[in-house]
């Protein structure tokens, strides 16, 4: 059973930074595809940043230039750098695994981290 644990949310100034992290359980991680999901309240989930088990990256053109999801496989931990940050970037992060160990589609996602920008 795999499970996602996400940290780093809290109240931040705009034009402040952020760092996020997840923590996956288990042993798939380093084969898995990982992505970074954002709510705000009223609007639907939306994707922010994903990068695969190869680590290749791809954003959502209003977080390009001052986002960065990065991953460390020793760790089993997915990062994603916030900078600039402006108040509409407030959200609930969640963070995704996807994958398909023992060729049997896998997705799990996580509880949540709240990031709240504002003065």
């Known amino acids: 059973q795999v499970q996602l644990v996400e940290s780093g949310g809290g109240l931040v100034q705009p034009g402040g930074s952020l760092r996020l992290s997840c923590v996956a359980s288990?042993?798939?991680?380093?084969?898995?595809?990982m992505g970074w999901y954002r709510q705000a309240p009223g609007n639907e989930r939306e994707v922010v940043a994903s990068?695969?088990?190869?680590?290749?990256?791809d954003y959502a053109d209003s977080v390009k230039g001052r986002f960065t999801i990065s991953r460390d496989n020793a760790k089993n931990t997915v990062y994603l750098q916030m900078n600039s940050l402006k108040p509409e970037d407030t959200a609930v992060y969640y963070c995704k695994l996807r994958g398909w160990p023992g060729g049997r589609y896998l997705e799990v996602w996580g509880q949540g981290t709240l990031v709240t920008v504002s003065s």
């Open positions: 990068i695969t088990s190869g680590g290749n990256t």
């Open positions: 288990g042993t798939v991680f380093s084969i898995a595809h």
